[in-house]
């Protein structure tokens, strides 16, 4: 079945600690995405990527990092730089409309990670 | 600046009766409109949508519906089902925002059977 697939589901970090999220979608989607949801709060942008080797900031980029390296794969890494790390981590992805495409595709979500600080 | 805004957390209705979820926004530069459903532990599900060339748009038992002028929408589900118990998630975007959407805060409904 193709959907998008986020591991591991629970993350725990030391303090002062990089860690990275996995997320692998075997969609062909062109564009992903990865989200931060905080309790009582909506989704937030962290970072998403339009194609292969191209990636933008989106609203609260600061204290992560991500590559775009595979169409399938849009890895994201906490840094120690993050001040609160501990959160529920969303990644998407969507087909990138263009030309004749363009329009507004929905993005498919993967089940998330629940990122700790221990 | 909260450009999306769902202004009930809770919502509590009876198996059989009429769901009504609404969503404020404040951006107008905004013209499409999507609706996702969240269980717990699970992402998000794509519901449905409205492009701002309609004022409504329907799937099934739900239907959603566009005030421009009030910048308002709004997620009806007729009849309710205590499947629908989930947490539903008003997004906007526009053609020139490249896909990138912008999400309000959520509203948990509650179908009691």
């Known amino acids: 079945d193709g959907g998008i697939t986020q591991s591991p589901k629970y993350l725990f970090r030391k303090e002062g600690q990089n860690v990275t999220l996995s997320c692998e979608q075997n969609l062909n989607h062109d564009a992903m995405y990865w989200y931060r949801q905080d309790p009582g709060q909506g989704l937030r942008l962290i970072y998403y990527s339009q194609i292969v080797n191209d990636f933008q900031k989106g609203d609260i980029a600061e204290g992560y990092s991500v590559s775009r390296e595979k169409k399938e794969s849009f890895p994201l890494t906490v840094t120690s730089a993050q001040k609160n790390p501990t959160a529920f981590y969303l990644c998407?992805?969507?087909?990138?409309?263009?030309?004749?495409?363009?329009?507004?595709?929905?993005?498919?979500f993967g089940d998330g990670t629940r990122l700790s600080i221990l | 600046d909260q450009q999306v805004k769902q202004n009930s957390p809770s919502l509590s209705v009876q198996e059989g009766r009429i769901s009504i979820l609404n969503c404020d926004y404040t951006?107008?530069?905004?013209?499409?409109f999507l609706w996702y459903k969240k269980y717990p532990a699970e992402g998000p599900t794509f519901l449905i949508s409205?492009?701002?060339?309609?004022d409504k748009n329907e799937d099934g038992r739900f239907t959603v519906f566009l005030n421009k002028s009030a910048k308002h929408l709004s997620l009806h589900i007729v009849p309710s089902q205590p499947g629908d118990s989930a947490v539903y998630f008003c997004?906007?975007?526009?053609?020139?925002?490249?896909?990138?959407?912008?999400f309000g805060a959520g509203t948990i409904l509650r179908v009691k059977s």
């Open positions: 409205i492009s701002s060339i309609k």
């Open positions: 997004a906007a975007t526009h053609m020139e925002y490249g896909n990138k959407l912008v």
């Open positions: 998407a992805s969507s087909i990138r409309g263009t030309g004749p495409l363009a329009r507004v595709w929905p993005q498919h």
């Open positions: 951006n107008s530069m905004f013209d499409y």
